[in-house]
Antibody, heavy 126, light 107 residues
């Protein structure tokens, strides 16, 4: 059974840093396509970042240069390092697996987020 | 970036009724469109991928259609457990983007 468990959220002051973790089981993080998606309180879903099996990474413009996605293959864990945090980064952060074929080349319509964690809450406030 | 516009943003419907939610993309993206359901306090759940393919385990009263820029999610006979917020998402190009959501409430 595929399972994703996020951790590392909390209260941080503007300009501070946090590292989120997403421990995976039932599949291999390094062989799949993994994303972080966030949801501000009472708002919709916003894709944040992804890492492909080959290691390529992509970011939303709103976090580019501040956030870094990575993974530890030995721990089967995905990370999101968040620096220079802003109040508008306050959200519930989900990790999600993108399932399908050729998702890295975006040549198949079959790619979709089939598994999600329960989320970890990040609050940026003074 | 591909902008995804959902309509309506909310609707009220009765149990047993038919619900139609529309998602429009800012550019043509063939059938690279997914639909998710989210209930309060829960993570999103995949309903439909590739515009019209029902995810395993999802009831057949959910269906999706469309291609290019215009897509539709239909719930044919609304059940009490279907009251939730629904999101479309494009997988055609990064940045991946979601629609703003449609909240389905009880009439």
């Amino acid at each position: 059974e595929v399972q994703l468990v996020e951790s590392g959220g909390g209260l941080v002051q503007p300009g501070g840093s946090l590292r989120l973790s997403c421990a995976a089981s039932g599949f291999t993080v390094s062989s799949d396509y993994m994303s972080w998606v966030r949801q501000a309180p009472g708002k919709g879903l916003e894709w944040v970042s992804l890492i492909y099996s080959g290691g390529s990474t992509y970011y939303a413009d709103s976090v580019k240069g501040r956030f870094t996605i990575s993974r530890d293959n030995s721990k089967n864990t995905l990370y999101l390092q968040m620096n220079n945090l802003r109040p508008e980064d306050t959200a519930l952060y989900y990790c999600a697996r993108e399932y399908g074929s050729s998702c890295d080349s975006r040549t198949s319509p079959l790619c979709h987020f089939d598994s999600w964690g329960q989320g970890t809450l990040v609050t940026v406030s003074s | 970036d591909i902008q995804m516009t959902q309509s309506p943003s909310s609707l009220s419907a009765s149990v047993g009724g038919v619900v139609t939610i529309t998602c429009r993309a800012s550019e043509s993206m063939r059938n690279y469109l997914n639909w998710y359901q989210q209930k309060p306090g829960k993570a999103p759940k995949l309903l439909i991928y590739a515009a019209s393919t029902l995810q395993s385990g999802v009831p057949s009263r959910f269906s999706g259609s469309g291609s290019g820029t215009d897509f539709t999610l239909t719930i044919s006979s609304l059940q009490p457990e279907d009251f939730a917020t629904y999101y479309c998402q494009q997988s055609y190009r990064t940045p991946l983007t979601f629609g703003g959501g449609t909240k389905v409430e009880i009439k």
